[in-house]
């Protein structure tokens, strides 16, 4: 029996997302057993600053590519969101799963109907600010950090009048009914790779017992998307985002979303091509979307 050895985050969340991948080999691949080896990374350590003020990349991976690379573990499963662009040529994504709702949720105190603007809304990310100030002018928006039930904690303890939280947390963690409002990927951009696990492992090993885990058109979507946050050189804190749909056999759509620093205005646009090449499509909408500058608004 050979044994499959799992790095993932601590979590609750993290620890679900891995049986996610734990519970297909055990079903699906004979002479296999799992085990979770959870590690702490530095993303869930600090937790008073919001992720751009830490100034570090791959906050929620590094100890665990550590162990990866080390022989701790056999393989990692990340929130593709997570995962930094540039991933090292030893420790490759080697499959990414299924996707889950890739939309931005909108989750209440418990027990409320409607959002209290007399509280701020909790979000953890510049995109998610630069969108919910369109969506929510008059409303105070506040950093808030944690893994997802210490968020909510937070929430319906008063400290927030409404969190934004990636809806596929919440599925996946079985609090559908804490979802008050789903935000459309029209009115808030996803974040490249939401909703879509990576799988990590080592170069030159074997790993053929995922290939039925393996989703394709997940895999199409997230390259376009990661293609395109790399062209903007974006790790996980900068304003953009950018949500890639499959279409038919031949043709994908793709829209993003791109804050420009200098002028302090952001920028929308959606473009259709060849699914065949979507790390191209989603390059090329990076490029259309920065060479706009003069006409950001």
Do not use: W
């Amino acid at each position: 029996m050979r044994k499959i050895r799992i790095g993932t985050r601590e979590s609750r969340l993290a620890c679900i997302q891995a049986q996610i991948v734990a519970g297909y080999i055990r079903r699906n691949c004979e002479g296999y057993e799992t085990e979770l080896v959870k590690i702490v990374t530095a993303g869930d350590k600090i937790l008073s600053k919001k992720l751009d003020e830490i100034g570090q990349k791959g906050l929620f991976v590094k100890e665990l590519d550590l162990a990866l690379k080390e022989g701790a573990t056999d393989l990692s499963v990340h929130s593709l969101k997570d995962m930094p662009m540039e991933v090292p040529g030893e420790l490759p994504i080697i499959g990414f799963s299924r996707r889950e709702d890739a939309r931005d949720v909108l989750v209440l105190p418990r027990g409320s109907t409607e959002y209290d603007y007399r509280r701020p809304i909790g979000c953890s990310s510049n995109r998610r600010i630069l969108q919910l100030k369109e969506l929510y002018p008059d409303a105070e928006i506040r950093t808030v950090r944690g893994n997802v039930l210490t968020r909510l904690q937070k929430l319906d303890d008063g400290e927030y009048g409404a969190l934004v939280l990636a809806a596929a947390g919440l599925l996946r963690l079985g609090l559908s009914e804490r979802i008050s409002r789903y935000f459309s990927a029209e009115e808030m951009i996803p974040a490249a790779g939401q909703g879509i696990l990576g799988i990590q492992g080592r170069a030159g090993e074997d790993y053929s017992y995922l290939n039925g885990f393996f989703d394709r058109e997940a895999e199409i979507c997230a390259r376009c998307e990661r293609a395109f946050m790399e062209y903007l050189s974006g790790g996980c804190s900068i304003p953009a985002g950018v949500y890639a749909r499959i279409l038919d056999k031949e043709r994908m759509k793709v829209q993003g979303l791109y804050y420009n620093e200098a002028s302090k205005r952001s920028r929308r646009m959606c473009i259709t091509g060849d699914r065949r090449r979507p790390e191209a499509l989603g390059r090329e909408l990076a490029r259309q979307l920065k060479e706009g500058r003069e006409s950001l608004g």
